[in-house]
């Protein structure tokens, strides 16, 4: 491995939990995959976060099946985004912020600080007011009082951290399981039309002459592929202990990393699909408002909308899973925002109040607007799309210096991008940033 290759800046990344997890050397398959297994789902709760519920059931609701085929496409841009950005951080032993912040001027970096905060603060609108009103929903508790304990969960966090991150990772697999098997059995009752589900899945050009279908689809892309994603993974793929001066240890690692991301990822890519022929099968066509949270607790609880299947079991089902979904995001949100201020700004101070800085740093906007709003669940709803269009929009600015970097010789050596990844990935890019303009025109 080259001198490049290596973290030179003395500070690691996560640093109390980089190198931490030791793997196997010489075991089978398997036992070196579960060794592997778990950065892939603190990436993927990002992928099913609340924000993509909306969008999801809203899109299915609207267009019944057709924009499944965003939700195919963003999952396989995402698998092979992730799959870039662990390599990034496994090869080279720093994460995307650093590394961007090393290879940029101190205005361009500050810039992109800013650009990606608010990204972090757009994601952290789905998940925090989604906890919010899973608690309401379930425990009648006052909006604002749900978004500060939801706020509070910065505090398990550390406590998580003192037991090592397995311990994370293990509670982010059970709530994934959990949003999983909620929705499974949810579309399962609903009994979608299998035909059109497989139907949907075929791209159309629909999807970019309806302006409103286009404006809701890069809302699913915005909230499917996540920015703030690609900084964790290229963080938390650091968290196994590997020898980078040995090229066999570091494509091993790569390898099992990436399967790992392919596998959660994948798992991601069912529940979005899930939420989308949920609200295609009980709400295309019924002309309901399911355009919010509450809505969609209340309607599955009225036969009128969803037929024989509704009870009040699957609407608080519906609660519980949107809890699980909030507070799995809301923790891997908060790691994600610590790496971005450690990058790019070069934060230094203790763990337990970087933790809380970074966190009361994306949550008081959503503080704010829900006071003015006074606790309004249906104005705090209207502000979730448009965050998660504004994700896709800031998209482009963390993946531009993503491809340049792992296309980078000098700094990738031989771990550089292949040909049909170096090509594939270029193209993903310029046609994410196309659409992106294209729908910036459209609304302004």
């Known amino acids: 491995m080259k001198n490049a290759n290596k973290n030179t800046s003395g500070q690691k990344s996560l640093d109390e939990i980089n190198g931490s997890i030791k793997v196997p050397q010489n075991a089978s398959f398997f036992r070196t995959l579960l060794a592997y297994t778990g950065p892939g789902a603190l990436i993927a709760v990002g992928y099913m976060d609340p924000g993509n519920w909306i969008t999801s059931i809203a899109g299915g609701a609207q267009f019944e099946y057709v924009l499944l085929s965003v939700i195919l496409?963003?999952?396989?841009?995402?698998?092979?985004?992730?799959?870039m950005a662990a390599k990034l951080g496994i090869v080279t032993g720093k994460d995307l912020a650093q590394l961007t912040r090393d290879r940029t001027s101190k205005?361009?970096?500050?810039?992109?600080?800013?650009i990606t905060e608010l990204a972090i603060m757009a994601t952290d609108i789905a998940e925090i007011i989604g906890s919010g009103i899973a608690l309401r929903l379930l425990f009648n508790?006052?909006?604002?009082?749900?978004?500060?304990?939801?706020?509070?969960?910065?505090?398990l966090l550390l406590v998580l951290t003192k037991l090592g991150f397995r311990k994370i990772e293990a509670i982010i697999v059970t709530l994934i399981t959990v949003v999983l098997l909620v929705f499974a059995?949810?579309?399962?009752l609903s009994q979608p039309n299998i035909a059109k589900v497989i139907q949907g899945y075929l791209p159309t050009e629909q999807i970019v002459t309806n302006t409103p279908m286009l404006y809701l689809a890069l809302g699913i892309v915005g909230a499917t592929i996540m920015p703030h994603d690609l900084y964790l993974g290229s963080s938390i793929s650091q968290t196994r202990a590997i020898d980078r001066e040995d090229k066999k240890s570091v494509a091993k690692a790569i390898r099992f990393t990436t399967i790992d991301s392919n596998l959660q990822l994948t798992i991601a890519f069912i529940v979005n699909s899930l939420l989308l022929v949920l609200g295609a099968a009980l709400f295309y066509g019924t002309n309901s408002d399911v355009g919010r949270f509450v809505d969609l607790f209340n309607a599955l609880n009225n036969s009128q909308i969803v037929?024989?299947?509704?009870?009040?079991?699957?609407?608080?089902?519906?609660?519980i899973a949107l809890l699980a979904s909030g507070q799995s995001s809301t923790i891997t949100g908060t790691l994600a925002g610590q790496i971005i201020m450690e990058g790019f700004i070069h934060l230094r101070m203790p763990l337990w109040a970087q933790r809380l800085l970074t966190r009361l740093f994306s949550v008081t906007p959503v503080l704010i607007f829900a006071i003015i709003y006074r606790?309004?669940?249906?104005?705090?709803?209207?502000?979730?799309?448009?965050?998660?269009?504004f994700l896709s929009i800031a998209l482009p600015f963390a993946v531009v210096p993503l491809v340049i970097y792992?296309?980078?010789?000098k700094l990738m050596g031989s771990f550089k991008n292949s040909a049909w990844v170096k090509w594939a990935a270029m193209i993903a890019t310029i046609v994410l940033i196309i659409l992106n303009v294209y729908l910036v025109f459209q609304i302004f």
Do not use: C, H
Not at 307 to 319: D, E, H, K, N, Q
Not at 406 to 409: A, I, L, V
């Open 307 to 319: 037929g024989a299947i509704a009870s009040p079991v699957l609407s608080m089902l519906f609660a």
């Open 141 to 155: 508790i006052p909006i604002i009082i749900g978004i500060l304990i939801t706020a509070a969960d910065v505090l």
């Open 107 to 114: 205005k361009v970096g500050f810039i992109l600080w800013v």
């Open 375 to 389: 606790g309004s669940e249906a104005r705090l709803e209207e502000l979730l799309t448009f965050s998660q269009v």
């Open 73 to 83: 496409l963003s999952s396989l841009i995402a698998m092979l985004l992730q799959s």
């Open 185 to 188: 059995y949810e579309v399962f």
């Open 406 to 409: 792992t296309n980078d010789e």
